[in-house]
C-alpha cells in the first residue's frame, strides 16, 4: 500500500481543514486506516483511526472536532478538522495496517497543518 497525505496549510484558530488521503494497492479497504501528528518537540500521536467497516476512535483532545472517514471504492481516507486550535499545529501523517497488528506499516508523507491564533 501507498499512502500520499495533501490538504495541509495555514488556518486561523477556529477554522477547518480537510485532509485528504489517498491510497494504491488492493488490499487497502481491508486494512485499518489513521491519521498521527507530530508537532515540534513532540512524539508522533494518534489523532483518530477508522477501521474497514468504518468503527472510529479519536484521541480525547481532537474528540468532537475531527471526524475521520474513508471511501474504500475511491480509496481515500479523509480527516475533516473543525474549530482548529493553535495546538493542532503539526504535521499530519496518514497510515494503515493489518487490523489484527498493533502497528502501523504503511505511511504517507506528512502535510503541515498550520493553525494561526
Known amino acids: 500500500v501507498q499512502l500520499q497525505a495533501s490538504g495541509g496549510g495555514l488556518v486561523q484558530a477556529g477554522g477547518s481543514l480537510r485532509l485528504p488521503c489517498a491510497a494504491s494497492?488492493?488490499?487497502?479497504?481491508?486494512?485499518?486506516s489513521g491519521w498521527f501528528r507530530q508537532a515540534p518537540g513532540k512524539e508522533r500521536e494518534l489523532v483518530a483511526a477508522?477501521?474497514?467497516?468504518?468503527?472510529?476512535n479519536y484521541a480525547d483532545s481532537v474528540k468532537g472536532r475531527f471526524t475521520i472517514s474513508r471511501d474504500n471504492a475511491k480509496k481515500l481516507v479523509f480527516l475533516q478538522m473543525n474549530s482548529l486550535k493553535s495546538e493542532d499545529t503539526a504535521v499530519y501523517y496518514c497510515?494503515?495496517?493489518?487490523?489484527?497488528?498493533?502497528?502501523?506499516?504503511?505511511w504517507g508523507q506528512g502535510t503541515l497543518v498550520t493553525v494561526s491564533s
Open positions: 494497492g488492493r488490499t487497502f479497504s481491508t486494512y485499518t
Open positions: 477508522i477501521t474497514s467497516g468504518g468503527s472510529t
Open positions: 497510515a494503515c495496517k493489518v487490523p489484527r497488528l498493533a502497528r502501523y506499516d504503511y
